[in-house]
Structure formats: C-alpha cells, structure tokens
C-alpha cells in the first residue's frame, strides 16, 4: 500500500510540476525546460514505484526509501534558496510529505521483515 500511495502522489507531483513550469520555474531560479523534464523524470519515476508494488520486496521498500529520503533532501535544500516565502514554503511541505512516505516504507519494511521471520 505504501508504494502504491507513493506512485499515485508521484504522479501527481510530476504533472503539476511539468504543467506549472512556465509559472514557477523563475520563482525556483531554473530555466522552464528543466522544471519540464523534473516534472517528467517524476511521473516516469511513478511508473517504477507502481510497477515495485505490484511485488514488494524488502529490495524495492529500501530503494524507494533511499530515493524519498535524497528528494527530500534535495527539496529542503531548494527551498532555501527559493525566490519567495511562499515557494520556501512549498518546497517544504513537499519534502515534508516525501520524508513521510519514506516513514511508512520503514513501517512497510519493518511489517515485511516481521512476516518473514
């Protein structure tokens, strides 16, 4: 369920990044394009997610846990040097969000290892 939910928010990240590049990318300092092909690279990267969750595996929780914790990384450190509070704070929720989902990939992985054993 976790990657699941993590594939269906990807998703909609993706597409409201790549449809919104014209409006926010001076507002992040990046050309358009490549606010464009972030967008893009998401909504492909929600495609790897979904197919990961037809099976999980311990291997697809801990490298979809790897990638959510370095986007939210990379996104705390974006927002720092965003154009505006309000794209700061944008920034935020959503490396708040993404650290959320790679908690419950360690609850998932935790479940898992439990049914395992």
């Known amino acids: 369920m976790s990657l699941r939910a993590d594939a269906l928010y990807c998703l909609l ?11 926010t990318a001076p507002a992040v300092r990046l050309p358009a394009l490549v606010v464009v092909g ?13 197919r990961l969750s037809l099976r999980p595996s311990m291997g697809s929780l801990r490298l979809v846990l790897l990638a959510n914790l370095l986007a939210a990384c990379v996104l705390a450190v974006a927002s720092a040097t965003a154009a505006s509070v309000l794209v700061l704070l944008t920034l935020a929720t959503v490396a708040a969000d993404v650290a959320g989902f790679a908690g ?13 054993s």
């Open 38 to 50: 972030i967008g893009v690279a998401v909504v492909l990267w929600s495609g790897v997610v979904w």
């Open 104 to 116: 419950s990939q360690i609850v998932a992985l935790k479940r898992l290892a439990h049914e395992l």
């Open 13 to 23: 990240v993706g597409v409201v990044i790549a449809s919104t590049a014209p409006l």
